[in-house]
Each structure stands twice: as structure tokens, then as C-alpha cells.
């Protein structure tokens, strides 16, 4: 929603303005112009990216225009989920959540959390290095460096299309020159035409170039940046996971572990430790 609103912003305080000025708007309105730059701009996306990053891109593009899933609701579930699995262990062993881990679809203990449920990544996250706990083979150290390495990867991987899109706002401006370009070839030959006539073939050159311009930081440049912070806000339960689950490891109780959890949050989503130790409680 708030996409819609910024572009519908950009686009009133650009075109408005212009129009206050004393601007013709239909001056503005070149669409051979706009395809020669979003043509261009399309044609290098496939030739600059591989197939792989083209999925990804297409994947992430619908998200931006839903809000966030990473709020503090999904975080209270999330910790309260780890408390209780925690609990569990704590209570009858590593070998009482081998079910749970390895189908979690059918595990009572995630259907009360259908949020955490929903996030693929997360629970094949979480289910993986709490299987490895339980086959007790690894230490701490090598736990955390190899959720250190997973959560690297995942990272990158879904920071692809913000890249992939960043690039290809970068070339409109350029695009926007080429098709400026053109215009100005196009007058040139035609400079035996009135002065009048002229002056139109002149603007609609330039309008090229402030398409190119507009496009790239009125809309293809914000979509780059919101898409960084949906990735960081992915990793950002990733490293959630990780520090309750290493606090476990080293000998701290469920609720400490969970509180440690807690802090790792970013201020805007964490819940207070009243507030957290409250909705842990109703859940169990």
C-alpha cells in the first residue's frame, strides 16, 4: 500500500508541479520515448542476470506490495514456540522432540504456532540444528560457525533481487540519454522545418532524458531498497534462532534462552519481557 502511495506521491508532486509552472502536460506524454527506455532497460536485465536471479527477481516483486510478516506478533510466536520446545527437552530429553523436528507439518507442538508453520525457511532452520542437537555430534563452537556460514548464504541469496534491481535503475538515466539521443538526431535532420515545429521536436528529446531520470529514483531505485529490508528482515529471525538455541547449548534455562532471543530483536518488533513472558504463558 504504501508503494502506491509513494509513486501516486512522486508522480503528483513531479507532473503537478510542472503543471502549476505553467507546463503543457501533454508535452510530457512521449511513449516512444518510455519504450526505448524501458525496452532497453529490460532487454540488459536478461542479458546482465542468469536465469536463476530472473526467478528470484520475478519471486520478490509481488512482495512489495504486502507489508511486512516479520512484526512483533511473528516474533512472540517464534519465541514462544523455542520455549516450548526448549521446555520439552528440558523436561524429557532431547529424544521427546525427535517427532516434532523431523515433521513438523504434523507436530502439535508448531500447530499452535500456524505463523512460524507458514515460514519454510525458518522451520527447516530451526528443525535442522535442533536434529543436530539431538544426534549430540557437534559442540557449540561448530554449531554457531555452521549457522554463522547458513545464515550468510541466506542472506545473499535473498538480497539478489535488490541487487538485480538496483542495476537495473542505474541504467535508465542512461537509457533516458540514449533516447534523448535519438531525439536530437531526429531534429537534426529536420532543421529545415519552422522554428515552431522545432521547438516540439527539441522537448520531446529532452523528455528522454527526464524520463530516464524519473524512472530510475522516483521507482525502480526505492524498489531496490525496500526488497534490502525485507532480506534483512528475514535474517534478522534467523539470528533470533540462533542465539536461543547456542544459549540453550551452553547450559542457560528455556526462559533465559528466550530471553536472550529477545534482545537480539531489532526495538521496532521486540516485545517487552513482561509482555513476551505473558503471551509464552497463554500459548502453553
Known sequence: ???????????????????????????????????????????????GNS?????????????????????????????????????????????????????PQESPVFAKYPKILADHH????????????????LNAMEIENLMDVEIETHHHEAMVSSHVIAKVGDGMPAFGIVAAVMGVVHTMESVGIPPAELGMLIAHALVGTFLGILLAYGFVGPLAGLLEQKAEEGSKMLQAIKVVLLANLNGYAPAMAVEFGRKALNSTERPGFIELEAHVKQKR
Open 1 to 47: 500500500m504504501l508503494v502506491i502511495v509513494g509513486y501516486l506521491v512522486v508522480l503528483g508532486s513531479v507532473f503537478g508541479g510542472f503543471a502549476l509552472a505553467g507546463g503543457h502536460l501533454a508535452a510530457l506524454l512521449q511513449p516512444l520515448e518510455l519504450l526505448m527506455i524501458a525496452g532497453g532497460a529490460g532487454g540488459a536485465f536478461f542479458v
Open 51 to 103: 536465469m536463476k536471479a530472473i526467478k528470484a527477481t520475478f519471486k520478490d516483486l509481488p512482495t512489495i506490495f504486502k507489508g511486512s510478516k516479520y512484526n512483533k506478533e511473528s516474533y512472540m510466536e517464534l519465541m514462544a514456540l523455542m520455549y516450548e520446545l526448549l521446555g520439552k527437552v528440558r523436561k524429557e530429553g532431547l529424544m521427546s522432540i525427535e517427532g516434532d523436528v523431523e515433521n
Open 122 to 137: 525458518v522451520v527447516e532452520f530451526m528443525t535442522d540444528y535442533l536434529r543436530i542437537m539431538v544426534s549430540g555430534n
